[in-house]
């Protein structure tokens, strides 16, 4: 990890993140009966967890609407979620204001044209490894790992062995019984 990006993730303090595209694959499957269905990877959920233990808070911000993504919210203990977000920045500087933080404590990952502002704003822009090309230029940081497939959690984990944190909170699954 080179220490341009080290000193854009050591000052981080929470982590907001687009949905479709990010947390899921970005297809949105709607049976017969108009029922919604979105697939959410356990390793995001896991990774997500981790960075809440290390202290950073998680926030979703999302153009659409979804009961399944209130849900999955609630789920992780995602306590801030902002859904049919039409201006996705001035979302942002809500949420900014509400956690009184500045932009440079703060990562954003996103996948697509309605991101760029907020990814424009914020200390660090994150996009995920089938993001779209305009956003891949502006991004600090890109993913391996495909939206909804565990590009967050790479995220997560980037930024908390950043911070130092990652050992700490990752070494109980290493130790013997």
């Known amino acids: 990890m080179n220490e341009t990006l080290i000193d854009k993730l050591k000052p981080l303090k929470a982590l907001i993140m687009d949905v479709d595209g990010v947390l899921t694959d970005g297809r949105i499957v709607i049976d017969n009966q108009g029922n919604e269905a979105k697939s959410f990877d356990v390793r995001d959920g896991h990774g997500l967890k ?3 233990r290390g202290g ?3 926030a979703l911000l999302t153009g659409r609407y979804s009961r399944i993504v209130k849900l999955r ?9 902002h859904q049919r977000s039409h201006d ?13 933080l500045e932009d440079s404590e703060i990562a954003y990952i996103g996948d697509d044209l309605v991101d760029i502002p907020v990814l424009k704003r914020v200390g660090f822009a994150a996009t995920v490894a089938d993001a779209v090309p305009e956003v891949v230029r502006i991004a ?38």
Not at 142 to 162: D, F, H, N
């Open 73 to 81: 919210a609630a789920e992780l203990g995602i306590a801030i979620v």
């Open 56 to 58: 950073i808070t998680t």
């Open 140 to 177: 600090d940081w890109q993913s391996r790992l495909p939206g909804g497939r565990g590009a967050v959690r790479e995220l997560c984990q980037l930024i908390l062995k950043a911070q130092g944190k990652w050992d700490s909170l990752t070494g109980r699954y290493y130790r013997e019984n």
């Open 50 to 52: 981790l960075l809440q």
């Open 88 to 100: 996705k920045l001035a979302s942002y500087r809500l949420i900014a204001r509400h956690l009184q």
